[in-house]
């Protein structure tokens, strides 16, 4: 019983280039959310999906950042044209409804050189 | 904006000393729950709690969620080695339940 996916463990992109994060929720599960954590620091809510809808975006910048969980395949993170502010951890997590709990997945660490 | 505080940001104690992490909120919580993050790992969901003054307890673990549904604390008797990491509670803020609000977490680090 696979639980939260997520990959690549590791990216590094050079200034402009784009990152996509993948993210494959616990099986059964249709509400994923994305989350970013920066060292030592807690984790910030960027959008909450379910299932080919965005319920609550609002934790999201307005510019170079999107995501999408598709009707078939894995829940992506995708930011274009990085900066050097957008290295840090992102989490994606999963829920079998929207009020259980959340299972995080290993996380994907990102670093802009 | 709605805010979840947690203290202390670090703690530092003697393998078997107890050890206690406060979480407010700025507005009442629909549920609290809580997660422990490992150094360098990711976070592991604890517990949640929905009821008014709700106590829980895992093993050496006791969960509290306050009267007022705005404030909750997590107890940990005789510390271990084991329990290090970062401790962090998070509430459904705003209008959409999955949208959890997390506290900035309190570092535990056990001294053998």
């Known amino acids: 019983n696979a639980g939260v996916m997520q990959n690549p463990r590791h990216l590094v992109r050079r200034r402009g280039q784009e990152a996509r994060l993948r993210c494959s929720p616990m099986?059964?599960?249709?509400?994923v959310y994305w989350y970013r954590q920066l060292p030592e620091e807690g984790l910030k809510f960027m959008v909450y999906l379910q299932k080919e809808n965005i319920i609550d975006e609002s934790g999201m910048p307005k510019e170079r950042f999107s995501a999408e969980f598709p009707k078939e395949g894995p829940s992506i993170l995708r930011i274009q044209q990085v900066v050097r502010g957008d290295s840090a951890a992102y989490f994606c997590?999963?829920?079998?409804?929207?009020?259980?709990?959340?299972?995080f997945g290993p996380g994907t660490r990102l670093t802009v050189l | 904006g709605q805010q979840v505080m947690q203290i202390p940001q670090y703690q530092h104690v003697q393998e078997g000393e107890d050890f206690t992490t406060y979480c407010n909120s700025s507005t009442t919580l629909s549920n609290i729950q809580w997660y422990k993050q490992r150094p360098g790992g990711h976070p592991v969901f604890l517990i949640q709690l929905v009821k008014s003054g709700e106590v829980k307890k895992q093993k050496r673990l006791t969960f509290q969620f306050g009267e007022a549904k705005k404030n909750s604390s997590l107890h940990i008797t005789a510390t271990q080695t084991t329990d290090v990491g970062t401790y962090f509670c998070?509430?459904?803020?705003?209008?959409?339940?999955?949208?959890?609000?997390f506290g900035q977490g309190t570092i535990l680090t056990v001294h053998p």
């Open positions: 997590a999963s829920s079998s409804t929207g009020t259980a709990e959340q299972f």
């Open positions: 099986k059964g599960h249709s509400h």
């Open positions: 998070a509430g459904p803020v705003g209008t959409s339940y999955g949208k959890l609000t």
